[in-house]
Structures are given as C-alpha cells and as structure tokens.
C-alpha cells in the first residue's frame, strides 16, 4: 500500500526567508502524480503544485518549486520569498494514476510566517 | 477549475442528531468526493459519489452513517447520522480537475461541532 509521510509537523520562516517541507512516499510503481495542497486558516485546500513520477524536470509554480527525487523517494517543497499569506497547513499527496484509485494524504505540515 | 460550494460552514449540533452538508460545483463533474478532517488530522476519505449510482464507501465507512445523495452532475450531499462528539470535523466536498491525474479542488468545508 501507497503511504506519504511528513516528518515536520510545524514549521516556521521569516517573511522573506526561504524554507522547505519535506515529504516521504513509499510505492512500488512507475508512473504516479505528486501533490502539495496548501490549507489555510480559511479552510479552503488549493492545490499548489503538481509533479508527474515520469518528468525528471522539477515542477515550478512562481515562488513554490519542488525537489522531486524518484529514486529516494522523496518530494520536497520549497517556498522562497515567503510571505505572511503562505502561513497554512500544507499537504503532501500521492496518486497511483490508476482510474479506481484515491488520493492518498501526508498528516500534513503546519508553516507559520513571521513578519 | 471548479467553483465549489458547501453548506452550512460550521454548526454546533446534538448529540444523537443528523444534518445534511449540500456541495454544489459550478459545473458538472462525473464523480465527487466526501473527505473528513478531524481536529488536527489529515484527510480521509469517505466515499465518492457518482451520479444515478450508489457511492462507493471506503474502509470504516458505512451508508447508514453516511448517507450520500447526488441527484445531478453538479449537486451532492452528505448526512452524517445520529452524531456522537467523535463526529466532530470539517467535512471537505471535492471534485476532480485533470481527469485521473489526482487534481482535486475542494469546497471550503463543513465544520462540524457535535456537543
């Protein structure tokens, strides 16, 4: 079974400053999507960046990049320049591409931006 | 992307008493997911719901508890029956961007606190 792990369970940066949430999975497949969703106090899940298991070119989204390493099995965020609006929870996720299957869920990482 | 709406936002219910979370998507999706939150925790996902079929429940849930409706492609709700304090969560509404890619975008939940 596919499971994801985050082993932060709260961050903190200063505004400005650049910081990384790292993310763990473990599977046995070739081809998946990896995600960070951003939850703000709002509630709201937006998705902040997406990876596919096949590209070897990190995605980037403006300020959020991820390190996506196959072979370790790991999909780290990077947030540069941080700003008081990145203050959320931020999840990790993992989807086996199969048409049957669920999103599957890290506990999540909790960012706290300092002014 | 998908505009989703849920409601009620929060409520404070009773114990032993039932209520009814609506989510309304701007435009017509195949499939829609009901996930729960509970305080602190990551997401888990309780059923997903096709349109002219019964939901699919996942492990740990059942429909007598979580009861399902989706009468149209752009409507569903979620009862949660016969509420105990451990009920108490955000129940998140979602639906799926990129066809069988993982995407989802959700609705801003339903918090739910059950006395």
């Known amino acids: 079974a596919q499971t994801v792990t985050q082993s932060q369970p709260e961050m903190s940066v200063q505004e400005a400053e650049t910081v990384t949430l790292s993310c763990t999975y473990d599977t046995s497949e070739s081809n998946y999507y990896l995600f960070w969703y951003k939850q703000p106090p709002s509630r709201q899940m937006i998705l902040v960046i997406r990876q596919e298991a096949y590209k070897q070119q990190n995605a980037t989204e403006n300020r959020f990049s991820v390190n996506f390493q196959k072979a370790a099995k790991s999909f780290s965020l990077k947030i540069s320049d941080s700003q008081l609006g990145d203050t959320a929870m931020y999840f990790c996720?993992?989807?086996?591409?199969?048409?049957?299957?669920?999103?599957?869920f890290g506990t999540g990482t909790r960012l706290q931006v300092f002014p | 992307s998908a505009v989703i709406s849920q409601k009620p936002s929060r409520d404070i219910c009773q114990r032993g008493t039932s209520l009814t979370i609506q989510c309304q998507v701007d435009?017509?999706?195949?499939?829609m997911f009901w996930y729960r939150q509970q305080p602190g925790q990551s997401l888990t996902l309780i059923a997903t719901a096709n349109q002219g079929s019964e939901a699919t429940y996942e492990s740990g849930f059942v429909i007598d508890k979580f009861p399902i409706s989706r009468p149209n492609l752009t409507f569903s709700t979620l009862t949660v029956s016969n509420m105990s304090p451990e009920d108490s969560s955000i129940y998140l509404c979602?639906?799926?961007?990129?066809?069988?890619?993982?995407?989802?975008?959700f609705g801003e939940g339903s918090r739910l606190t059950v006395l």
């Open positions: 979602s639906v799926e961007g990129r066809m069988n890619t993982g995407e989802l975008f």
């Open positions: 435009s017509q999706v195949t499939m």
């Open positions: 996720a993992f989807f086996r591409s199969y048409n049957t299957d669920k999103l599957i």
